[in-house]
């Protein structure tokens, strides 16, 4: 049984541990493609997370300051650099190739059964009323509304959002744009309802109505909400992007180092998605073939596209923290009188429903959410590659497809989102493919090692020649010895169960270099291994 758990550790933590529980690098099953099975939760307690507390650790606080002194490598990868499957992300459109359908379908498209709705709970807090609601089926779904300034706005967002991480590999809620009429909604025989006195009491018919009043409805008499399905499961509350539960045998990896959380930064930054904190996370203890483990989900993507959720977002989302040093330093030695960039040439559309979205001065590699991140700030080159090639997975006709799914009333609204996540995108592509050496898709044929240049695939450039050179390597010992007259693509000879390794390096900057490790195993040679070397 310590051989099994010590299996798991290296698989979840990756090479760094290696050395203090033995040498050998790779295993028969390397690359994992999957984390081993989920040990069974016993039992795990439901926590809350204050909002404020959050922002001023994050802002002020040790991890903060932790995370800015110390970058280490990521975990939770296997040995080609890749994310295996897990309770926290699956591997989807950037290894998989999802259809136009399957985009736009994302976690799930699941509405309220036609007929009537019954009102379990009603939100009146904020700035637009909400409703929790089970259809004739018994299935519960909230039910947001937009800001009435702002139509459309917030709730396309949400769908939007929620199908473009699901995409990218992350556990969302089933969000999807439905209209309903006054009729279809009653109030539930239990449901209860907080007065504007404060003081609780049983939701009367009146509460609706007052709740729908001055919400806008269509020709047909229809309003337009977000409907999110439930989470199933037993809801624990968000979780952190720093530390581990300590009620979870399973979350023995650091937030912060985990590349599915660091890599998170960069499609954040692709949506704008500027509200990507803890509290819009969620973790649900769920169970399957009878055991039971810890779900991590991404929640509440209302604040995405120049969406602020209950209004149009500020010019300086994704430019500024909420609370900045240096810019506000400037304003203050200026007297107010210094003006960011942002605020003198950033274009935004005259469009209610998309808010304040832009791609012109957007930069991926000085993008900022609303306060620090510790995922995010521990981030390195190879996590950004990482995220980068799932990114550029995205095809314009594949953007054009989820964005769909917004139900935006005014084309214009629709083309522009397309547009400015089409540009955002190949920024992106541009500048993490510039930070290594962009080579990916390694793989054997005719007796020659093959790869993909991404920088020059996606047209940034056109195609490099470089240089290889070729080692044997010691997989119990890490030694690896230069083959003498091997070079080029073609393999050196290679006996069952050998290893090799080939350093590709580029012309341009020597100190990018890609390590290719290859196994002679009883299926051929196979690829089993990546390393490379980057820019911090």
């Excluded at 959002?161 to 539930?188: C, H, M």
């Excluded at 509440?300 to 149009?312: E, I, V």
Aim: zero cysteines.
């Amino acid at each position: 049984m310590a051989k099994i758990r010590q299996r798991i550790l290296i698989a979840l933590t990756g090479a760094l541990i290696l050395p203090s529980l033995e040498a050998q690098r790779f295993y028969p099953d390397d690359p994992l493609l999957r984390e081993p099975r989920p040990a069974d939760v016993k039992s795990a307690k439901a926590r809350k997370l204050d909002d404020f507390y959050d922002f001023y650790t994050n802002t002020f606080g040790p991890a903060h300051k932790l995370v800015q002194s110390e970058r280490l490598p990521a975990q939770a990868v296997n040995t080609l650099g890749e994310v295996p499957d897990s309770e926290w992300y699956t591997n989807r459109h950037g290894a998989h190739p999802m259809s136009l359908a399957e985009l736009a379908r994302g976690a799930g498209d699941s509405v309220p059964l036609p007929g009537t709705w019954r009102v379990v709970s009603a939100k009146t807090d904020g700035v637009t009323p909400g409703f929790t609601i089970e259809d004739s089926a018994g299935i519960r779904y909230v039910l947001k509304f937009d800001p009435v300034q702002n139509p459309e706005m917030a709730s396309a967002a949400d769908v939007i959002g929620s199908k473009f991480f699901y995409a990218l590999g992350y556990n969302t809620p089933e969000n999807s744009i439905v209209w309903f009429t006054r009729d279809q909604l009653e109030a539930g025989a239990k449901a209860s309802f907080n007065g504007l006195d404060g003081k609780k009491r049983a939701l009367l018919p009146r509460d609706i109505d007052d709740l729908l009043a001055g919400q806008p409805r269509d020709a047909q008499g229809r309003y337009r909400v977000l409907s999110s399905r439930f989470i199933s499961g037993d809801i624990l509350g968000p979780f952190r992007y720093d530390g581990t539960r300590s009620d979870d045998p399973n979350d023995i990896v650091p937030h912060q180092r985990r590349r599915d959380l660091r890599g998170l930064r960069v499609f954040a930054a692709w949506l704008n998605h500027d509200d990507s904190r803890a509290i819009n996370t969620l973790d649900s203890l769920v169970e399957e073939n009878g055991s039971h483990h810890i779900k991590h989900y991404l929640i509440d993507f209302g604040a995405t596209l120049g969406s602020a959720s209950f209004r149009a977002d500020s010019p300086r989302t994704g430019f500024e923290y909420l609370f900045d040093i240096k810019p506000a330093a400037h304003r203050f030695v200026t007297l107010g009188l210094w003006t960011p960039e942002w605020a003198q040439k950033a274009e935004f559309p005259d469009l209610p429903s998309v808010g304040r979205l832009e791609s012109k001065l957007f930069d991926p590699d000085t993008w900022k959410p609303q306060y620090p991140n510790p995922a995010f700030l521990s981030g390195d080159s190879e996590d950004e590659f990482w995220a980068a090639k799932q990114v550029m997975a995205f095809r314009n006709e594949h953007i054009r497809a989820i964005v769909q799914t917004g139900r935006y009333s005014d084309r214009s609204a629709e083309e522009w989102v397309i547009q400015a996540l089409i540009n955002r995108r190949d920024k992106i592509g541009r500048a993490s493919f510039s930070k290594v050496l962009p080579l990916d898709r390694f793989r054997v044929e005719n007796g020659q090692l093959q790869y993909v240049d991404l920088f020059s695939q996606y047209g940034f450039g056109p195609s490099r020649e470089y240089q290889v050179e070729w080692f044997a390597f010691d997989n119990s010992s890490g030694v690896r010895t230069p083959i003498p007259g091997a070079s080029g693509l073609s393999l050196p000879a290679q006996a069952r169960g050998e290893y090799r390794a080939a350093r590709i390096r580029g012309s341009q900057d020597p100190s990018k270099t890609v390590t290719v490790f290859l196994r002679n195993s009883a299926s051929g040679i196979e690829v089993v291994g990546v390393e490379r070397t980057h820019a911090q």
